[in-house]
């Protein structure tokens, strides 16, 4: 370009998307190096460590591999999968890890022996902790609707990435854990100390679940008591489909009154324009005047505006603050309405931000009508303190210009009326003519009359037809021009007449209170005949409807399945599953004392949690199940498995709660997305880490007391039908050595 001219992109969405990932990539390096660290704190040798650090890009890797051989593509739902599942793909590997370590310690054993022995003691285990992983997921990713594709894309990370782990887990682990494990070490005085505490934890733990098992009564009242609380959470949370993102850049729309000329849109918006480029956060804005963005088309009273903001490393204020400054610039104009927008938080959803509906006309067809039912319904949501504002593009009454043809005194003329109208459009509107191609491009040939010739209604007079016998009659002659008002634009939303509203609630207030709040305002406002239909963003959070609750389900009764088959036994999986409501319970305390809504992202939150949770549980429960088949009472094989799992649960819950705290703290590029996720996810777990795993013991007594219960009396009925027979046995031999004749006997009622 020559001297002092330069080009900028004023509207980039790419450049969102861009800053999304690379702020995912930083927190995927974060969570990597929060994993290591608790995994070197725990394991206290750097070969140790070696092994999971080798482990986990491994599972990473393969992690990508499937997602390129299944078509899916590095965006920011498959890179927050990423992110949890550093935590989840270090499980496995630190489950037979730790198990190798005890044994090298306890049991004096080689690395080898170690290793062998341990892959007996948690290979099903880790079998069916990545089975309930992939029952998880899976079924999720078949849900349909946007709400459906978040959870795909989601859904098939983690679960190619909890496969690959698990073969990782279950044959480079103890290989690794052979060749790099010796059986002496010296430890640093620290994790001496950190030893020493962390027995007393675990003997605190003990005790907990001594006294749960002791008081069964009083745990499962207050497991009750967490169920109803978590019923309750729910209810009060508000909810949402997604929260709304700092995209960089905000849409502004200038509108004047109906019919304002072109000059007097510039002049409003250019006192905009500078007023808002002395704000620091603007890099620069860019206007389209006559073009209205939100309501389509081109008016010569609406102009639009995008500002684009500076890169979020550089500015302390976000997009919605952003918003609201425009929108006390728009109330200082003494001429016409300035309305701003955050966009959508999905695109394609709308082209705003906030919640789009309209107002449909099901019996009447008259426009002035339902502007009338729209501004009484509009004048009752303005009443509403929790919404921040509420416009409609809809103008039934803009003056207008009807030019009617005489058509008898033109055909006693001897003029075409193909001819009149050819004419007026030509000159008056625009006429296509064809295209043509030069230098390689097409151009477009338009007819019109310059605009000075065609700015008064006098100016028909100027323009001419020939008739039938060659003379040229003005236009004027065969038409009259009255003034009328009428629609610049009608819209049918599903075959109706409608106008279309945007609003959007006040900073804190949830898009499902919104929505909620609309429709009962709707209900007492809006008269027979006319009634509201969602659109954009709004339309898929009400479509959504119980779509969550569907998948919730679906994966509680996969986890149930799968482990049912795994450990042969109704029992168990039962008292797996009860470790979930404490998660849930978890993440929902979480998202309410942040102040955050059930959106899709904590719902996907909610579904890992579910996963994870029951993790936890298949360890505890399958050491108990192996020290019961030992030989143990059912109280001691309980407390002898949380004593001798205490370690790798905290050890594994920790790497992952601490891999996604930078998910809780996000900020910048599509941080509130990984702040809804993390939040959850982080609560979630913790509770399942340090509450759930103080009942499950108890829920194994509880559930294995009552099957062995029915076990015995099985077992004693049919030692008692057995010993039956054998005496029936007995008595026919000795009737036969007696020579007597042969006899039926016939059990007796007793007997029976």
């Known amino acids: 370009f020559p001297e002092g001219i330069k080009y900028v992109i004023p509207y980039d969405t790419s450049d969102f998307v861009k800053s999304s990932i690379w702020e995912v990539v930083k927190t995927l390096t974060e969570a990597m190096l929060l994993v290591i660290l608790v995994v070197y704190i725990f394991l206290q040798s750097w070969r140790a460590t070696l092994i999971p650090i080798i482990a986990v890009p491994i599972s990473l890797i393969g992690t990508f591999a499937g997602l390129w051989l299944l078509g899916y593509s590095i965006n920011t739902m498959t890179l927050f999968a990423m992110v949890l599942s550093i935590g989840i793909v ?5 489950v037979v890890l730790e198990n190798i370590e005890r044994l090298i310690s306890e049991e004096k054993l080689s690395p080898v022996n170690a290793a062998i022995k341990a892959m007996q003691q948690v290979s099903s285990a880790v079998v069916a902790m990545t089975l309930v992983l992939v029952a998880v997921f899976v079924p999720v990713a078949f849900l349909g609707g946007i709400a459906g594709e978040l959870y795909r894309q989601f859904a098939v990370t983690v679960a190619v990435a909890g496969v690959i782990s698990g073969v990782v887990a279950l044959t480079l682990t103890p290989t690794l854990c052979a060749m790099l494990l ?21 003997s605190f733990y003990v005790s907990k ?4 098992l002791q008081h069964k009564v009083i745990s499962s009242l207050i497991f009750l008591a967490l169920i109803g609380g978590v019923l309750f959470l729910f209810k009060i949370i508000p909810n949402s489909l997604v929260p709304p993102e700092d995209q960089g850049y905000v849409i502004t729309a200038v509108i004047l009154p109906d019919s304002a000329t072109l000059s007097r ?11 808002v480029e002395k704000d620091s956060a603007v890099a620069f804005q860019f206007a389209v005047n006559g073009l209205d963005f939100i309501g389509g088309g081109n008016k010569s009273n609406v102009a639009t505006m995008f500002l684009r903001m500076t890169d979020w490393s550089e500015r302390t204020i976000t997009a919605e603050d952003m918003v609201d400054k425009l929108s006390d610039i728009g109330a200082q104009q003494t001429d016409g309405l300035v309305v701003a927008f955050n966009p959508p938080a999905i695109r394609g959803l709308g082209s705003t931000g906030g919640f789009e509906l309209y107002v449909q006309s099901r019996e009447s067809s008259d426009p002035l009508q339902l502007s009338m039912v729209v501004n009484d319904f509009m004048e009752a949501l303005k009443q509403e303190s929790t919404l921040a504002s509420v416009n409609t593009f809809y103008r039934p009454a803009i003056p207008q210009l009807f030019v009617e043809v005489d058509e008898a005194k033109a055909i006693t003329q001897g003029v075409a009326i193909a ?5 007026l459009q030509s000159t008056m509107g625009s006429l296509y003519v064809n295209d043509f191609n030069r230098t390689g491009r097409t151009y477009r040939v338009q007819l019109q009359a310059e605009a000075a010739y065609r700015m008064k209604p006098e100016d028909l007079g100027k323009v001419y037809v020939r008739s039938a016998s060659g003379s040229m009659i003005p236009l004027s002659a065969l038409s009259t021009v009255k003034h009328v008002v009428g629609a610049e634009q009608l819209e049918r939303f599903n075959g109706l007449l409608s106008a279309k509203l945007l609003g959007r609630g006040e900073a804190g207030v949830s898009s499902g209170d919104s929505l909620e709040l609309v429709e009962r305002v709707a209900e007492k406002t809006l008269p027979d005949g006319y009634q509201i239909a969602w659109t954009g963003t709004a339309f898929q959070e009400k479509s959504m409807g119980s779509a969550a609750l569907f998948a919730f389900t679906l994966a509680l009764i996969m986890v149930f399945l799968i482990l049912a088959a795994q450990f042969e036994t109704w029992a168990l999986p039962l008292a797996v599953i009860m470790a979930v409501p404490f998660a849930m319970a978890g993440a929902l305390i979480a998202v309410l004392l942040r102040d955050m809504p059930n959106d899709v992202y904590f719902q996907i939150g909610m579904i890992t949690l579910i996963g994870l949770a029951a993790k936890n549980a298949i360890l505890l429960v399958e050491f108990a199940n192996q020290k019961l088949k030992e030989g143990m009472s059912i109280k001691q094989a309980a407390i002898q498995s949380a004593q001798l799992r205490f370690r790798p649960i905290v050890m594994t819950s920790l790497a992952f709660i601490l891999g996604v705290v930078p998910l809780v703290i996000a900020t910048g590029a599509g941080s509130a997305a990984r702040q809804s996720m993390g939040t959850g996810v982080f609560g979630g777990m913790i509770m399942a880490a340090f509450v759930a795993t103080i009942f499950i013991p108890m829920f194994f007594s509880w559930f294995v007391s009552k099957h062995t219960s029915n076990e015995s009396k099985e077992e004693k009925l049919s030692v008692l039908i057995e010993k039956n027979d054998n005496k029936l046995q007995k008595n026919n031999t000795h009737h036969k050595k007696r020579g007597k004749k042969k006899s039926t006997h016939k059990r007796s009622p007793t007997e029976t």
């Open 90 to 94: 270090v499980d496995d590997a630190i």
């Open 182 to 202: 010796n059986a002496n070490h010296n430890k640093a005085p620290f994790f001496k100390y950190f030893n020493r505490g962390f027995d007393h934890v675990r």
């Open 209 to 212: 679940v001594d006294s749960a």
């Open 265 to 275: 849109t510039v002049k409003t918006m250019d006192a905009v324009r500078v007023e």
């Open 419 to 423: 001819d009149i109208y050819a004419a």
